[in-house]
Each structure stands twice: as C-alpha cells, then as structure tokens.
C-alpha cells in the first residue's frame, strides 16, 4: 500500500567538450522533486540541465528540467575554466529559470579548482544550488560552505542547496558524516563511472557489482532526510533500458536519476513521478492527521488501518514532490 | 561442512483487525529456537503468535509456536489500545503456555504509547519478552529497560529478552548501538512494509532492493550473538514462495522469519531446524571438545579437521536450537 | 573507459593433511599484484602458494605464484605444529624464491598458537609477509605488530606485510580499524567457509548470499589503499565456474581470488592481470602527467578527456602491476 515512490526529476547536462562525444561521457543528471527536507524550506528541483558555454546554456534552457545546472567540472576544457567560470556567473544573473532551480557543479575541493570556482559565482544572488563532485568526506562540504559563508551574498547564503557526489570509497566510508556535515546539504549523487574507477570495479549491465555503494548511499540519504539521485544510464539510446534502470532505482529508494542525454530527461522525469493512487491516499492521510490532531488526538486509522507518525512522514513526502 | 543453518522458528501473528483483512497487512512472526545467547540462560522460542482479544489469543496457542506474542501494536485499533492492554496482561497471568515463550509487542517509544502499555503489563512476573516495534536507536532500548528496572518484578527483569524491529533507514545507520544497548536484547527482526515506507523503496519478488538492508542486519546479529528474524511472506497461499523466501533467508544467515498467516507456521519452522547430519556432526565435535579439554587440550582433530573455537561455537549454537 | 581491473594474482596452497581432501578442504590463495600501496615500497606479490611439509613446499615452488606462502594454520595438524615451525623457518631461510614473496600463514590470536608461530618465524631476516587468519578487530594485528617490533630483525621488521583475514561478523564490524591498526597492513582476504560458520550462512553458486560482506571489505580495502582477495572457487574441477568467479571479483574491484588447487593459479593470473589496452592508456596517462607537472600544471587534457588525480592515480595503480 506504501509501495510508493519517491518522486522528482532532476536532469543535468554537460558542456559538450569540443573534442569529445560529451554527450555519453558527460551525464546528464535527472533528479526529483523531493521534500525530503520537510524541515526546510523546500527548492523545487526536478530538472537539472548544465552547461558553461551560451550554446549549450541555451539548449539547457529548453528541457523539461525543474533545475539548471552550469557546469564547470568534467564538461570543461582545463584551458576554459576561467572562462567558464564568467559565462556561468552571466548565465545565473541573466536568464530567467521561472520555477526552475539554478545550479552550479564545481570542481572538486582537492582538485584545486574549487575555491576559483567558488569565487566566481558565489557573489550571485540568484544561485539556488551547488553540485559538489568528488566529495570525500565532511571536510569538503566545510570548505564550500566556508566559501558560501564569506561569499555569497548575507541573505541567500543559508538558503543554498549542497549536492553532494559520492565517487570514491573513501566517500561511501563517510557517508554518515557527509549528510550531517551541513544543514544545507540537500541531496547525494552516486557517481559510478568515477567510483568504479577509484575502486577498480567494472561497471555491468547487471549492475549487481554497485549493490552495496547504491544501496548503502540511499539507506543514508533516508536517514538524514537527502534525496538520493542514482547512477547515469549509459545505453543513452535505449528507452527499454533507461526505463528499466529507473524501474530499479524507484524499488531501491533513489528519488531521482542522472541522464547522459537530454531524450532521457523525460522518461526519468515520468518514471521518478509519484502515481495518483499513492497521491490521493497521501492526501487522505494528511487530511485525517489534520483533523485528528486539531482533535489532540496523535494516531488514527484510516481504512482500518492505524495512520501513525512514520505513515503520517511518507504522506508529506510524497504529496512534497508533486 | 559446515554449510548447516541457524535454526529455530518463532511465529507471530496479529490481532485481527475488524476492518481489515489484517491476515495480509499484519505478519505473523517467525522466529527460531536459536542459542545465539550462549553465555545467556537460553529461553525456548520456536514461535510466536500474538493478539489482544480473547477469540485471538485462543487462536494463538492452538499453534505450535513456541513464543505467544500478545500484539498491542498494529493489531490494536487505536480507540481499543486500553482495553487490549487489560486483556494482554489476564492472558498473560492465565495461560498454562507450556514450554512456549510469553512475549507482548509494544508500539514504539515514539508513538508515545509504549509507556502505557509497559505499565500495564510489566508487573506480570510472567512476561518474558517484549517485541519492541520501530526502534530507532539506542535510547528507545534504554526508555523500554528503564521502564522495565522500575515497574517488573525484581525476580524477573533481568531475564525479560528483547526483540527489536528494525524498520528504518535511521534504525540501520544505528544497528550497532542497538545490538549492544542492553544484556536483554536478544533478536533483530527486519519489518519490510514499514522500511519500505520510511525509504520510499518499493518491495518486489526478486527482494534484491532488500539486499543491502537485510544482509547488513544479519552481520550485526551475529557479530553481537543476537538471533536475526526475516522479512514476511507477503504471498501467504503460495507454499513454493514461501520456502523460497525461507531458504534464501537461511542462506542469509536469519534464524526465523516472520509470518502473515497461521499456516505458514509449520513449514517455515521446519525451514528453519538444523539438519540430522549437522546435528550429529556438532555432538561429536562438543563430544571431542569436552574430552579434549579435560587434558587440557585446547583445540583438536576430528575426521582429520582440527577443530578451533569458531567451530566449536557454530556445534554450540547448533545444538541449542534442537 | 576506466573500465579497468584491479589486477595481480597471489596462489596460495595448503600443507596436504594426511587424513584429507585438503587440496579441497584447504584453499590455495591467489592474490595480485596490486600497487594499491602507492605510497609503500612495492613489493612484487601475484601468487601464494603455501606448505609447511618439505613435499609441499616443493611442490610451491613449482608453481607461477609471485608469492609463496608457508602454512602453520589449518593446513597443520594440531599435534604437527611444533614441527613444522621449524620446517617452515628452515624453508624462508633456504630457498631462494627469486622475485617471489615468502610469505607465513599463522593461527589466529585467540587460538592462542599465534604467539609461538612468531616466536619461530620471526626471527628470520627473509619474512616478507604474515597471512594473519581470523582477525576479529585491530586488536589482533596490533598483537602481531608487537611481537615483529620485538622479535623480527630490525632492518626488515617495517617492511614485513600483513594479509588480514575477514572470517567472522565481528571481523565485519571492526573492518575501518583492522585497515588503519598498522601501516603494514596491505590486504584483506575474504575467508567465506569460516565466515560462513560464524554467521551460519550457506553458500551458493550464485554467492548472493555474500553480497554484502564481499562488497562492504571491496569497499573498505580501496578506501583505505589495500589488495583485496576474494573467496576461493570451491569447484576445482571447473575451469568455466572458476572463470565466471574471476570475472565477478573483478568487477566487484576484487585484486585477487584465493585458490583451493594449483591448477586454478593460472587461469586466477590471467583473470586477474590487466588487459593491453587499459595499460596502453595508463602509460599515455603518466606520461602526460610527468610533462605537464614539470610545467607546473595539475590536471591537463588527454584525447580531449581532462585527466585529474583519480585518473592519474588509476594510471599508477595500473602500472604498478605489471
């Protein structure tokens, strides 16, 4: 009856680098709407589309995506990363993303890279969200919101969203205190390509090799209360694929997915959505706690069954994300 | 060779709701004859079966579990929890149950309704476990053995054995603080519905989503010498799922699991008994051990293998589950 | 494209037990090479293969394996131990292996027959490595580091490596501070039969059951730079089992598999070893790195990919095994 999902979509995009088929090495991110932040104000974010260069800035803007993503890591040349990082900060301030979350994916924090990054963009007042890469532990998550704190400008400094991406094993050992390090933190990225690399694994059409790392970062985000995004989907050409793989990521408690392509934007965005069954019995949920707390009373039952406090959170949840 | 199973069975069944076909939405428990407590006085517990009203209770011992579990939880109507306590704690005091365990499934500390059901039973001197649902970390444990150092008869409370439900993303990230919590936690159970409902994850026929959750349950059980208590068979008409589920689950590691209906009784605590061979090789080893160490001989050969502690404790734990 | 396996290969044998199938009851060990040691000294270990009867330790000597382990733990009788201490002191001093690691296996700590096995062993200036069976926590290799700072020569007693063995739950438990008790410490071995009878798991062939312990050491091992050797293929007749075996442990970023005959060494080596075109591309990697670093640039373009520090140390690790 709770065989519901958690809902959302976030579709990011990388740069196309010049020299490269970027558009399957570099994902796109397909996340969710999750108001998995229950006590926080909550920053629709169901598309992630990114990108530093105008034309692929502009192609973002046409997607579906409930939230932008500029992109100054992978989907940029070394040489371009100063101007980069202007045509980014112009992208923020300039285009209008109505509903849509404006975000910006750094560099790693030991690439040396970030702080630059950081300088950049932070002085906009209209960035929502930060896609951290490479997160190794809580220290990297202090030294952007350090940044953020000296920064970004005093009355959206608290209000800036932490991305967090798991690529690495030291990662998956820090999980706990990297979803704890700030209140800010928002959402875990797994990251596969560059996980695999740092553990030697090969990545399979099974995926059963990744079992323990997807499981265990979703397991945490739930804990905390992050939204949890899952790997990318390589076979980008494939929608029986695409589908299956988010099929996957629904039953294994991922609330959004990334995307190597903007075609696959769509499918995970529907795929990530919650169903009306599962929307209309979480209306009635809140509708009945409402009443009955209005009532002093805690639990009840509905349909027979006694709603209490951990039925009462899925209902919130869900109806969060629509 | 040593490929034998923890073995044991407890069965637990629910309060039929009047609404509800609580047979399907309410499991019945599992659960194994298992001296995974071998410095512990060991409590036979083959299976429990629960219920707060007379025609229930009656039901429950004509089963063959060897742990009655009076269900105060979602067995109970909310507008029924005071009177369901009076009838649990008569039936308590009442039945003759044999050589069977008497247990009491409380709601969980944070419903804030454990407190009135722990005052309303634990004056029994003839409660011996307690199923403690939706525990969180350590400190539900604590409130429950606080409870229980104040209000149990003396000679008792110390022997009144805990069974904690796991049923959270949080509960997972705390396993270890909760296994050693307390000398009277003796037995995990995995509760699926509701894990499923905190995580947003979705319960499917391949359990592979359940893997990480599941597995890592059953580590921390026997790292802390605690019984590990499996999911529920959801298809209770199907005898084939039903030994697939308790074959995996033995493959696992568990020691029981948790049942939806009466008639899943039998062959899940057949599922889960030690085979005649094992049995037979485990009293030869314990035979050789006793002889050997008279001599002073700490570890020694049997058909040519020698024999160490870790095997001697798996001949141990097997022979307390007959 | 980093799609790359760890690789190396270790054979390990067992001393024939006159009463047994020990070439099936007793593993061999097939390890890699694996400069997951960046920061260490490399030293050359692709096989174990171990004995502490002078037939068998002949019979090692006769195999591919760049590691040659001696046997004092289960492959030895109980009322032989004493004996083949000396045996196997007799043999590191004697032989002479070439590029091949000499290599102990001694008892666990608590069987209490550690301390001699070192006392006999250590003495010897051409130890190279210690298989440390059943290592419960760090507690266990802190006692075996104490006794190589008193007992080993002190011009090798720094470089002496140990090979922890995960046998138990609790090995599980206590996985983070068995990999960072001692720098010394440069492999994990998964020990499925016994891990198998501390939790009463049963093995399968579709080894589902050990998913997460497997993957939870994998983890482990390469957040914290060190070889992991995976479970041994217990149908020694197969090579097509033995096979699909490899190519799992590898994808799970296993470096290695531990043997049961010598006739598995090769075909482990081969599994385990890194492919031309991987290596290829991780020369071409270094090679960049070395010129643009002496440029004084950190990251830099390759194939119009950007190459940073993971993939630049993907590149070493690669290398490093050959």
Not at 88 to 115: H, P
Not at 237 to 258: A, H, M, N, P
């Amino acid at each position: 009856m709770l065989n519901s999902l958690r809902v959302s979509a976030v579709a990011k995009s990388a740069l196309l680098n010049n020299n490269l088929l970027s558009t399957i090495s570099t994902p796109l991110l397909i996340q969710c709407k999750n108001n998995s932040t229950l006590s926080r104000k909550y920053i629709k974010r169901r598309a992630l589309f990114n990108g530093s260069e105008d034309r692929k800035i502009l192609a973002s803007l046409r997607t579906n995506a409930d939230s932008i993503v500029f992109d100054l890591e992978d989907g940029v040349a070394f040489n371009r990363k100063k101007e980069a990082r202007v045509k980014v900060f112009n992208a923020i301030e300039k285009y209008d993303l109505g509903k849509r979350e404006k975000a910006v994916r750094i560099n790693c924090v030991s690439s040396g890279l970030a702080e630059d990054d950081l300088k950049s963009i932070l002085p906009s007042s209209k960035l929502e969200a930060l896609v951290i890469t490479k997160v190794n532990s809580e220290k990297d998550i202090h030294f952007v919101c350090d940044m953020i704190d000296h920064l970004a400008p005093e009355n959206v400094r608290k209000n800036i969203r932490l991305i967090a991406c798991v690529e690495s094993a030291m990662s998956l050992m820090n999980l706990k205190s990297i979803c704890t390090s700030d209140p800010r933190v928002d959402a875990l990225v797994f990251a596969s390509e560059d996980y695999c690399a740092d553990t030697g694994m090969i990545r399979t059409r099974s995926r059963k090799e990744l079992t323990y790392a997807r499981q265990a970062l979703v397991a945490h985000a739930h804990a905390y209360n992050l939204q949890a995004i899952d790997l990318v989907c390589q076979d980008y050409k494939s929608d029986d694929i695409l589908r299956e793989e988010c099929q996957e990521g629904k039953e294994y408690g991922f609330t959004g997915k990334q995307a190597i392509h903007p075609r696959q934007i769509d499918i995970i965005q529907e795929m990530f959505s919650p169903n009306k069954k599962d929307l209309e019995y979480a209306r009635r949920i809140l509708d009945g706690f409402k009443n009955h707390t209005s009532k002093g009373i805690g639990a009840f039952v509905l349909d027979g069954k006694m709603i209490d406090q951990p039925v009462v959170r899925w209902a919130e949840k869900l109806i969060s994300r629509v």
